[in-house]
């Protein structure tokens, strides 16, 4: 990661940074930048550069880059778009290692500005500079400390690390950090991306000491590869955070029209996270909340949650949420449950959730939380208060604030209530405990350090398994595809392609006519399953084009022929290769497996329930390929035919096994002929434990 | 001299296409091409005025040194039977003769054109079969396609040539589609020759060719040009992005060479497009996309076109959309030419006539 570092100290913690396009004039652009880099106490050199002027803010003012003489680490441009690639080429020439361009007018105007982009990265290609931006806000440190950019302050000093898409977004938190107390290690926001984008951002940041917790808002990804790459490295080592915009059917037009590219698609950027350890949350004061928590908290052991209350409903509400975000109630050991039934009164309930009745003093609730602190059952502990006749809400939290900073399991408050725990609420803010209104916020925070706790400990396997296949075969099969100009599949050559990686498909002939037919069905046996046989028709049923149990020559003759003429009729354009002539497999649990070549993030691999309602049941989980054994059997275990799979009321299992090698065989292909762009075995009939499955109907498409 | 009457059944066989590259290869070869339409099928050109375009097609491209009216003495016009019907039918006869002889002078090979359909001009026993007997020519059918009932169409051409003794010198299978190579250089072509009837070469499709351009497309539409892209492309296949963003590419990427017909505020169904490299997008309803889905579609060279019609209209004019070679279209003039070398004994051919 050496990329990393330079970039860590080069551009977070430069020994020089050059203003190009500052000005004497307050409100302009290039002076806010300028006088934030003086005002907020950066240390290095700063050397401002514009032809008119001769002294900014008590700085010597410099015509040109080249004049100065010293080393660049860092140059600000903020000047025309025009004239940035001009400036941008005198950077190179002076060997400047980074530039932050400020300045918009880029691809986001339209053809000339995305012309001006492209010539703006060659330039920093050819010179090796790294660029941030265009069209960003610039970049802060709070500990060097540097602000090159806009913002209308110096965000609080903390150990989150912010990374924004859109700038507008970044300075509206800004401003809001300072009203909640929030501290940022690091600003940064990443305008158009046309060099450095989050992926380098969150390598970086896994190696800065002064950041705990990385919280990403993007909009789109822009490499997919290097994004998985890199995350999946930096989750290792601490959290990542992310808010995507753009996932709904219109937010993904909206983001079109204003990014003019497609993102790749809701699941595949949901998958691509979870598979890889981002956590991602909906709403912006999610992203905020969990933050509060993740840079002040240590991580829970595993999901086992006590709760405090003075109040029994509140209780109960926090109990139902932990159930709901997967948390479980710690069931206490003994000594703690002696503890608690010594101190507290008999009539409070001394188990989880532990109710210390609303008459509980500052004292009650500090014996109690001192009786809950060394028990291992408990992971993680939510102290829920609420303002009652004799409720001291902010002796209280004096109280145990002591308390809570002993303690080696993460806390969160829910302090409910209005005018009365204002007071509370500041005091644990200020403490840098993590205090919300309502109990579920309380719960839901826990619940995502959980979830990152099961991220970091989960062990990786590295065990490969590979399916022998017969790749030449299956490369014959697509290059007589792709001659005859078709980008669709027969079905008879996709099970073929199946069968070349082991998975077992049901014997299938293709007849062009009549005659062809009924040899075809009396070398395979009666009764057969006729199909439509034709790369234009995708959904065979719908038009009459699947006959199942056919028994007879007779039938087979007739049914050719009203399948064709059907065909014809409902498809005038399509192409009609004939009937393929299928052997009858025997019916049993149906399941679907299938892969679509996301955009962004190449294959996408599903699995779940099969049959025809497969569309309206939506029981289906997804991974992105490649995968190993361990990710297929936790994507099975996500659905819930998983446990139709495993047998219900007596009934014997299932080959689970076979439907793992199979996905296994699906994954392979397509990474084996990544021209496959979409496959889609439905129904996989899974036959009982030792039996094996059958690939019953498979469709496959190409795209070069 | 040698006279070869080329017939097909029915329009779009590529019969223009094949004459096109046969006289190419002719003249390469020395041979001095004559070429004749007795009977055309007229369409109005803003520039040339009524003409038959495949005329002044062959015209352009074989640097004849006659009229198109010299060329095409008769055009088919709407209710064309009343017309001829007040015309003395034996002058008409005289004419196409004289016209031919004016034609034929100094060359080696007159290639003559057959008329729209088989049965036109029967009234006046001017339909195909009798012009190849007027002009003593030998006759080669060519099929568009290949289907039982397109071979029948060949042999019932045989029988009635051969009722009047009028040598079918073959038959070529043009336009075939991949999956039919087999069936049509074994099945069909067997059975064809077991009832006299040589196949002379069976020329698989090349959309290339046949399929129409993202220039016809725009000549026709006549809308606003949003990207001037590759104009030069095929058009394969037409799709109204009216569907889901997801589903949108399924569809998309199950063809090349695609038209895309969508509103302009569909940004996602545009970038969709762009991202599986169609070959022109078409928006309808005047609505003018952001300019950054603009820009993505100009670095792929893919061209934009935005008209005022609704989708349903805009798909009604497209139905007129051929793919008709024009004289200016020097690529797809010298693909017919290539297509005739590797595919068709050409020699033979013309020694048999």
Not at chain 1, 473 to 489: H, P, Q, S, Y
Not at chain 1, 559 to 571: E, P, S, Y
Not at chain 1, 684 to 696: D, Q, T, W
């Amino acid at each position: 990661m050496s990329n990393s570092n330079t970039l860590m100290t080069s551009l977070f913690n430069p020994k020089s940074v050059c203003v190009i396009g500052a000005s004497t004039k307050p409100g302009k652009l290039g002076y806010n930048i300028l006088e934030n880099i003086v005002k907020y106490g950066y240390p290095g050199r700063v050397y401002p550069v514009n032809p008119h002027y001769q002294n900014i803010l008590g700085l010597k003012v410099y015509s040109s880059v080249s004049e100065i003489d010293d080393e660049i680490d860092l140059a600000v441009i903020v000047i025309p778009a025009e004239a940035v690639v001009k400036v941008a080429e005198e950077c190179g020439v002076k060997q400047v290692k980074n530039i932050v361009v400020i300045s918009a007018g880029f691809k986001e105007t339209g053809k000339e500005g995305a012309e001006r982009e492209k010539a703006l990265k060659d330039i920093c290609e050819k010179y090796k500079m790294k660029l941030l931006g265009p069209n960003c806000l610039g970049v802060i440190d709070t500990f060097t400390p540097l602000n090159a950019s806009f913002a209308a302050q110096m965000p609080l000093k903390g150990n989150i690390a912010f990374i924004s898409q859109s700038g507008a977004l970044g300075t509206a938190i800004l401003d809001w950090s300072f009203k909640n107390r929030i501290g940022f290690s690091k600003v940064i926001s990443l305008g158009n991306k046309a060099d450095l984008s989050e992926s380098d951002f969150i390598a970086a940041l896994a190696e800065d000491v002064n950041t705990k917790v990385i919280l990403l808002y993007i909009e789109d990804v822009k490499d997919g590869d290097k994004f998985i790459e890199n995350l999946r490295k930096t989750v290792r080592i601490k959290p990542v955070l992310v808010l995507k915009s753009g996932s709904s059917a219109a937010g993904q037009r909206a983001a079109a029209s204003h990014t003019g590219s497609l993102a790749g698609s809701k699941i595949a950027y949901e998958t691509m996270f979870k598979q890889f350890g981002a956590l991602q949350v909906e709403t912006i004061s999610d992203l905020f909340n969990y933050a509060k928590v993740f840079s002040t908290q240590p991580l829970p052991k595993d999901n086992a949650v006590c709760i405090l209350t003075n109040a029994g409903g509140p209780g109960i509400i926090a109990t139902d949420a932990c159930e709901r975000y997967g948390l479980k109630l710690a069931s206490l050991n003994s000594e703690t449950l002696n503890n608690l039934r010594k101190q507290l009164p008999s009539n409070a309930s001394i188990y989880n959730p532990v109710d210390i009745l609303g008459d509980a003093q500052p004292e009650r609730y500090y014996t109690a939380l001192e009786a809950l602190k060394n028990d291992d059952n408990i992971s993680s502990i939510i102290i829920i208060l609420t303002p009652q006749a004799t409720t001291k809400p902010t002796e209280t939290v004096l109280k145990l604030i002591k308390l809570v900073d002993k303690l080696d399991k993460p806390v969160t408050f829910s302090i409910m209530g209005g005018e009365q725990v204002t007071e509370a609420k500041k005091i644990l803010s200020e403490n840098n405990i993590p205090v919300f209104s309502f109990p579920e916020d309380a719960v839901e925070s826990i619940a995502a350090l959980t979830r990152y706790t099961f991220i970091r400990e989960k062990k990786l396997s590295h065990r490969k398994f590979r399916i022998s296949a017969n790749k030449e075969a299956v490369r014959e099969i697509i290059k007589k595809v792709l001659n005859e100009g078709r980008r669709t599949l027969l079905s008879s050559e996709a099970c073929k392609i199946l069968g070349f990686y082991g998975v077992k498909t049901p014997k299938v002939y293709l007849a062009s006519n009549s005659d062809e037919a009924c040899s075809a069905a009396t070398e395979i046996g009666y009764p057969v399953t006729l199909k439509i046989a034709s790369p234009d028709i995708i959904h065979k049923s719908d038009v009459g084009g699947v006959a199942l149990n056919v028994k007879n020559e007779e039938d087979v003759r007739k049914i050719f022929i009203g399948m064709v003429a059907n065909a014809h009729k409902f498809f005038p354009n399509a192409r009609i290769y004939g009937v393929e002539v299928y052997e009858y497999v025997e019916k049993s649990r149906e399941v679907i497996i299938g892969v679509n070549k996301d955009l962004q993030f190449g294959h996408l691999l599903m699995f779940g329930l099969g049959g025809v309602y497969v569309n309206f049941l939506r029981d289906v989980a997804f991974r992105i390929v490649p995968v190993n054994t361990q990710d297929i059997d936790e994507m099975i275990k996500e659905t819930r035919v998983y446990t139709l799979l495993k047998g219900v009321r007596g009934e014997k299992p299932a080959d689970i096994d076979s439907v793992i090698k199979t996905i296994i065989a699906a994954s392979q292909l397509v990474q084996d002929f990544p021209v496959i762009s979409e496959l889609d075995v439905n129904p996989l009939f899974v036959y009982n434990k030792g039996e094996g499955c059958m690939a019953v109907d498979v469709k496959m498409s190409l795209y070069i | 001299m040698k006279s070869l009457f080329v017939v097909s059944w029915e329009g779009f066989s590529g019969k223009t296409a094949f004459i096109l590259g046969l006289s190419q290869v002719l003249i390469e070869n020395g041979f001095k091409v004559g070429y004749f339409r007795p009977i055309g099928r007229p369409q109005t050109s803003v520039t040339e005025g009524t003409i038959d375009p495949d005329v002044l097609l062959m015209k352009e491209v074989l640097k004849l040194p006659f009229t198109l009216s010299e060329l095409t003495p008769i055009l088919i016009e709407p209710n064309y039977l009343s017309v001829y019907a007040k015309r003395d039918v034996e002058k008409l006869k005289n004419m196409i003769l004289t016209q031919y002889g004016k034609l034929s002078q100094s060359s080696d090979i007159m290639i003559v054109e057959g008329g729209v359909s088989p049965e036109t001009m029967t009234a006046f026993k001017l339909n195909n079969i009798n012009i190849a007997e007027l002009l003593n020519s030998k006759v080669l059918a060519i099929s568009g396609g290949v289907s039982d009932s397109s071979i029948e169409k060949i042999l019932f051409y045989k029988n009635i040539l051969d009722m009047k003794d009028i040598p079918l010198v073959g038959a070529v299978l043009n336009q075939v589609p991949p999956h039919m190579m087999e069936k049509a250089e074994y099945e069909y072509s067997e059975l064809l020759n077991k009832n006299g009837v040589k196949v002379w070469g069976v020329i698989p499709r090349n959309y290339e060719i046949s399929s129409p351009t993202v220039r016809e497309l725009l000549e026709l539409l006549e809308g606003e040009i949003l990207v001037e892209g590759d104009i030069n492309r095929v058009i394969e296949k037409i799709f109204i992005g009216a569907m889901q963003t997801e589903s949108s590419l399924k569809y998309f990427r199950r063809s090349g060479n695609n038209a895309i017909i969508t509103g302009g505020d569909r940004a996602d169904i545009i970038s969709a497009a762009v991202e599986t490299n169609a070959s022109v997008i078409v928006l309808t309803g005047n609505m003018k996309p952001s300019e950054q889905v603009l820009v993505k579609a100009e670095e792929k060279n893919i061209t934009v076109v935005m008209v005022p019609q609704d989708t349903y209209s805009t798909v009604k004019i497209l139905e007129g959309l051929t793919g008709k070679i024009k004289p200016s279209d020097t690529y797809r003039i010298s693909l017919t030419k290539k297509m005739v070398y590797d595919h068709i004994p050409w020699r033979e051919l013309c020694d048999s006539i």
